[in-house]
């Protein structure tokens, strides 16, 4: 009788090179973060026109601008778990053209009580698209690529984002504010066709899930066609499945710590990315750019973001350091700051935008990847999520403040100011993150020494 082989999963991924279904697979998570970021961003290019139709003073554009922040920290926080319960693929096309459609209805808006409404729950389906397409990239992807992958495949975001600026500045002017909705409604739609048919689901997750041999063994062979399949063969993960409630296990088996440490890093990042996002444009047209110009400079932030994703996730692969996201922090606090010096000057304002976008961008994606790499399988959505969704109330604090710090007329320099002190709490809180992360793994090393010594103890006395 012959005996059944085990494939160890995570060895034959991590021992395979990127190929042609590696690069479908990341582009199609690219192009549902892509639409996630044009979505996502619009409200901050629409503002400034929506403020001056409807007779709108910055106060009273707080609310506009956070209610799809409380969604998408709601979507985060919801649709994370659900897809390490149901798959990754049916949570990402369910979201994408969840935010695809109510995009849509947000152009009918009339009121700001509608929009509220539309833009909260138009958010709850950008927050759940984000967590779900890092897990799926990160769990293809060779252990030797991953960070770049993943940064690589969320720079759909930034790009999404840079094209919703460079889009709105026209279709505004042309079409009016409603057209930016629509155009972010039906490409959405599409898309989630795409999705449907030629996304994979998680392959970790169908090993994990069991009784998915027959799905494993056809994904196998499209991402590592070069590994024999024998009949009858098992596959195996170097991880077991997390029973109980999901969220629970992010403070189990030594992870509270970690846990906590990476909420704090996406609170203060996603607090000044989207502040950023939210009132340079208008910031930068109160001090005496035209419209169209403040909105394609706040665009350069984006630009730079896919660009620092290039570079950063090189650095990330290579060091897999919490010290390296660090530097990335530090930069985002110095160009930050240096906004807020060079007043209404296009070129140097540029430069500082493109340069802040490298580094608050860049360091977003980047603390995705490490996120995806701190977690298990069976957590992995669930961790990112619950990352992105506490993140995401910075995110909302993030405007809220600078509307407050606007409304009091503080000098725009002053504002800058403030807003470089968050990624430096991040920076504190990585320092921390990085030696607890030594401390526990010599523990573990020390933990594993005494265990062997004492099994081989053991078979000596048995002997």
Same mark, same amino acid.
């Given at each position: ?38 979505? &996502? ?9 929506? &403020? ?55 152009? =009918? ?63 505004? =002017? ?5 057209? $930016? ?77 970690? =846990? ?75 160009? $930050? ?31 995705? &990847? ?91 006395? =048995?002997?």
């Amino acid at each position: 009788m012959q005996q059944a082989t085990s494939l160890n999963l995570p060895q034959i991924i991590d021992s395979q090179k990127f190929g042609r279904h590696h690069l479908s697979l990341t582009l199609l998570c690219a192009l549902s973060v892509l639409m996630d970021g044009f979505d &996502a961003q619009s409200i901050g290019f629409v503002a400034p026109a929506l &403020a001056q139709q409807w007779h709108l003073g910055k106060g009273a554009l707080t609310p506009i601008l956070t209610a799809g922040l409380v969604g998408m920290l709601l979507g985060a926080l919801v649709f994370g778990p659900l897809a390490d319960r149901f798959g990754r693929k049916p949570i990402l096309v369910l979201c994408t053209l969840w935010f695809g459609v109510f995009s849509l209805l947000t152009a =009918t808006s009339a009121s700001v009580n509608s929009m509220l409404i539309l833009r909260l729950v138009t958010g709850f389906g950008l927050g759940g698209t984000l967590p779900n397409a890092i897990a799926l990239t990160s769990e293809y992807m060779p252990k030797h690529l991953r960070a770049t992958a993943v940064m690589l495949m969320f720079s759909g975001f930034s790009l999404g984002a840079a094209l919703g600026g460079f889009a709105a500045a026209d279709l505004i =002017t042309r079409f009016g504010w409603q057209s $930016v909705f629509v155009v972010g409604g039906l490409l959405p739609c599409l898309s989630a066709l795409l999705l449907l048919i030629g996304l994979p689901e998680s392959i970790r997750f169908l090993v994990l899930k069991g009784g998915e041999d027959v799905r494993v063994a056809s994904l196998l062979r499209r991402f590592a066609p070069t590994v024999q399949l024998l009949p009858g063969a098992f596959y195996i993960v170097d991880e077991h499945k997390e029973s109980g409630f999901a969220v629970k296990q992010l403070f189990t088996e030594g992870r509270s710590m970690m =846990t906590l440490l990476l909420w704090v890093v996406f609170f203060m990042s996603l607090l000044d990315l989207y502040f950023l996002n939210s009132w340079l444009p208008t910031v930068l047209h109160d001090s005496g750019l035209d419209l169209s110009r403040a909105i394609r400079i706040t665009a350069m932030s984006q630009i730079g973001g896919a660009f620092g994703n290039l570079v950063l996730g090189r650095i990330f692969d290579h060091y897999k350091s919490y010290r390296a996201l660090a530097l990335a922090f530090v930069g985002s606090s110095l160009s $930050v700051f240096l906004i807020g010096m060079l007043g209404a000057s296009v070129v140097l304002q540029g430069i500082a935008v493109f340069i802040s976008g490298i580094c608050v961008v860049g360091g977003q994606t980047a603390s995705n &990847a490490m996120a995806a790499e701190s977690y298990a399988t069976s957590i992995r959505s669930t961790g990112v999520g619950w990352s992105l969704g506490i993140g995401r109330i910075g995110s909302i604090v993030g405007p809220v403040v600078g509307g407050i710090l606007l409304s009091s007329h503080l000098e725009m320099r002053r504002v800058f100011w403030a807003a470089a002190v968050p990624p430096l709490i991040a920076v504190v809180a990585l320092v921390v993150l990085n030696q607890h992360t030594k401390r526990h793994a010599t523990a573990e090393r020390i933990t594993t020494q005494i265990d062997t010594t004492q099994l081989n103890t053991s078979q000596s006395i =048995t002997i």
